[in-house]
T-cell receptor
Framework: EVQLLESGGGLVQPGGSLRLSCAAS????????MSWVRQAPGKGLEWVSL??????ATFYADSVRGRFTISRDNSKLFLRVNSLRVEDTAVYFC?????????????WGQGTLITVSS | QSDLTQPPSASGSPGQSVTISCTGT?????????VSWYQQHPGKAPKLMIY???KRPSGVPDRFSGSRSDNTASLTVSGLQAEDEADYYC??????????FGGGTKLTVL
């Protein structure tokens, strides 16, 4: 069974930083691209970042480029979030991506909440 | 404001059919076959319901179907059931490794 479990969210002041983690199990992690997608309270989904299966390619939404960094190791996905803004407040989901010959988020974690407030 | 446009709400009675639209542009929905639909119950993770415009993942009931005409994709739920009440989001690949989502549609089963 595919499982994705996020952690690392919390309350942080504007300008602060956090490191989100997503522990993956139940599939061959190293063969899948992975993404972070966020959802502000009461709002829709917003794609944040994608990393290739090897980790050699990374991509970001314009709204976070230069402030967020996606990375991965053998079984975990990470998102380093710096220079946080109030508008970054959201639940951050990690998602497995089918990226070759398709583009879909086929499994999602339950999410971790980042609240940016002074 | 989202990149793809969905109606904020839709509704139907049990057993009826309802269709949710998702309008994009010739640079996303109208160009790529990578349109997906996600179901999200309150406080839960999104679940993939349709991918590549019309395909259903294993385990998704065949009451759910997808289609596309020009720059507009649609999700149809036939034989509505109480458990179908949820938020539904469309998404499309938009090139340059960018994915766009719709603002979501709240489906109410009357």
């Amino acid at each position: 069974e595919v499982q994705l479990l996020e952690s690392g969210g919390g309350l942080v002041q504007p300008g602060g930083s956090l490191r989100l983690s997503c522990a993956a199990s139940g599939f061959s992690f190293s063969t899948y691209a992975m993404s972070w997608v966020r959802q502000a309270p009461g709002k829709g989904l917003e794609w944040v970042s994608l990393i290739s299966s090897s980790g050699g390619a990374t991509f970001y939404a314009d709204s976070v480029r230069g402030r967020f960094t996606i990375s991965r190791d053998n079984s975990k996905l990470f998102l380093r979030v710096n220079s946080l803004r109030v508008e970054d407040t959201a639940v951050y989901f990690c998602a497995r991506v089918v990226w070759s010959g398709s583009y879909r988020f086929d499994y999602w974690g339950q999410g971790t909440l980042i609240t940016v407030s002074s | 404001q989202s990149d793809l446009t969905q109606p904020p709400s839709a509704s139907g009675s049990p057993g009826q059919s309802v269709t949710i639209s998702c309008t994009g542009t010739s640079s996303d929905i109208g160009y790529y076959n990578y349109v997906s639909w996600y179901q999200q119950h309150p406080g839960k993770a999104p679940k993939l319901m349709i991918y590549e415009v019309t395909k259903r993942p294993s385990g998704v009931p065949d009451r759910f179907s997808g289609s596309r005409s020009d720059n507009t994709a649609s999700l149809t739920v036939s034989g509505l059931q109480a458990e179908d009440e949820a938020d539904y989001y469309c998404s499309s690949y938009a090139g340059s490794n960018n994915v766009v989502f719709g603002g979501g549609t709240k489906l109410t089963v009357l």
